[in-house]
């Protein structure tokens, strides 16, 4: 076993930390403020490789194994939520499952422009009436031969607003429940389809967040992926690359409240020294840290698995069910180290700890984390 990063994933690692701290994490507070999605900063990270992270060179990406890929989500993690929300969203729910279920055509119209930032890619699983539960949705999608007709709506779907291509799920057979649904690519400028933005969000106000409307929406048969009735696995295949990304970047903004919360510690001063040196302190810290360096073991052996190629959905469930939840524990931990200036918007803690709350809730909530394990565990599933 090797713990060791190696001499090019440490070079990855400067080279993404010297970017995030000059051009992400000074900005992130305004970004948010302003619920402005920054696409120059977006621009200047398809120019330097890091969107298209783990895709190969042959498609314009930039050939990473799933380490770099993960300390690339870290990164990002520790500058700005959103920003990693939108690139976990870009490469591990698009650009990776159209480079895995996409007919050579689709992968060349869509993977090395995505891979280079060029086009935005969103997914709309998610409805108005089906999360957890997504095999229950009600959108439709009706052959006419030469295409379909799409009807229905999405709901919660990251970069709808900015996307050029939606990856969206659409029932070809009402009656077949999971084995009915099938994957479609919706381009943006499709007739029939169009976007309305969610705002007033907890966190990530820097992501786009936005309801997909499909009313009659054409869209022809070349366009859809992977083969029909077949969505669902689709599906499911995305959610596991993005289940260890988001873990990834969970990992980076945990270790950047921690970082803040320890820099704090040796600068106040309480009782005549450095709150560092109160033990209660030390013991907020040092439970910050463990939970830290586990949620990044946690990550980086699901990546290994990943670099592998052998089954992961029980690491990466056990990374994404931890991670997520060590952020937010994390976060709450660090604003307790800061106390009331913790609270203010002076300090990142405050944008970090909202932030953090959404990732115990998308790509599977941590309670389908927990049977998703449970079943793994026990060969009895609780839910179907
Ligand atoms: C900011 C944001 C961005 C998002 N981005 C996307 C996106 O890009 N694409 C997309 O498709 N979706 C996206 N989503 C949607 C997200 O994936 C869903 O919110 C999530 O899957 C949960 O579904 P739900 O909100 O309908 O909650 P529900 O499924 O209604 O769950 C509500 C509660 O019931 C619990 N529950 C449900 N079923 C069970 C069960 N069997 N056993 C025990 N407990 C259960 C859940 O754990 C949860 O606590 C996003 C959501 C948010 C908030």
Known sequence: MNFDLTPEQEQVQKMVRDFVAKEITPNAGQWDKEEKFPTDVWKKMGDLGIIGTSIPEEYDGSGMDFITHA??????????????GTYSVQISLCTKTI???????QKQKYVPK????????????TEADSGSDAASMKCTAEDKGDHYVLNGGKMWITNGGIADVALVFAKTDKEAGARGITAFLVDKGTPGYSTCDIHDKLGLKASNTSELILDNCEVPKENVLGPVGKGFKV??????????TVSAGCVGSAQSACDTAKAYAKERIQFGK???QHQLVQQLIS?????IECGRLLVYRAGHMKNKKVPNTRETSLAKYFCT????RVAYNAIQVLGGYGFSGEYPLERIYRDARVNTLYEGTSQ?????????????????
């Open 71 to 84: 300390i690339v989500a870290e990164e990002l993690g520790y500058g700005c939520s959103s920003m990693r």
């Open 99 to 105: 480079l895995a279920f996409g007919t050579e055509e």
């Open 114 to 125: 995505m891979a280079m930032g060029e086009l935005i890619g969103c997914y709309g699983l």
């Open 235 to 244: 599906a499911l295949s995305a959610l596991d690359n993005a289940r260890f």
């Open 274 to 276: 450095p709150i560092a």
């Open 287 to 291: 439970n910050m840290v463990l939970d």
């Open 325 to 328: 939840e060590m952020v937010n």
């Open 368 to 384: 389908i984390q927990q049977l998703i394990l449970g079943n793994i565990e026990l060969g009895m599933p609780a839910f179907t």
